[in-house]
């Protein structure tokens, strides 16, 4: 076994331990604690009628409400025609710097591979 000083035998356990230690096979009824014996979990009281209602609000508790908020605006029409070509136009710029950005690292590679080679 390895400790922190290196391998060899492990530390006697120190006396905060002996709570985290299995208990030794001839002790007592593990439902059994330094109270007493633990009772059984069973059903809940029969005689138990459940938690109180709560009385309901009286009339009006709620604050007068005097500004109304205006409704909301109809969003600007969509021209299916208009997006269809900015998608385009975007998909156009994308692939050109995509092309662009590949050449350049094509360039450095074969730059990079002819100083190892010559």
């Known amino acids: 076994m390895t400790t922190p000083s290196g391998p060899g035998p492990a530390p006697a356990p120190g006396p905060d331990d002996s709570f985290w ?4 096979a001839d002790a007592e009824d593990p439902g059994t604690g ?3 014996p633990v009772p059984p979990a069973g059903p809940p009281d029969p005689g138990y009628p459940g938690p109180p209602t709560a009385p309901p ?3 009006g508790w709620r604050p007068p409400v005097h500004l109304r908020p205006a409704p909301p605006r109809r969003l600007p029409a969509q ?4 997006l269809d070509e900015a998608e385009r136009s975007a998909r156009t710029v994308t692939y050109g710097v995509g092309m662009i950005a590949g050449a ?14 010559f």
């Open 21 to 24: 230690r299995r208990p030794a």
């Open 79 to 82: 021209d299916p025609g208009r």
């Open 104 to 117: 350049v690292v094509l360039v450095l590679i074969c730059l990079l591979c002819s100083r190892v080679l």
């Open 34 to 36: 330094p109270s007493g």
């Open 57 to 59: 609000p009286a009339a």
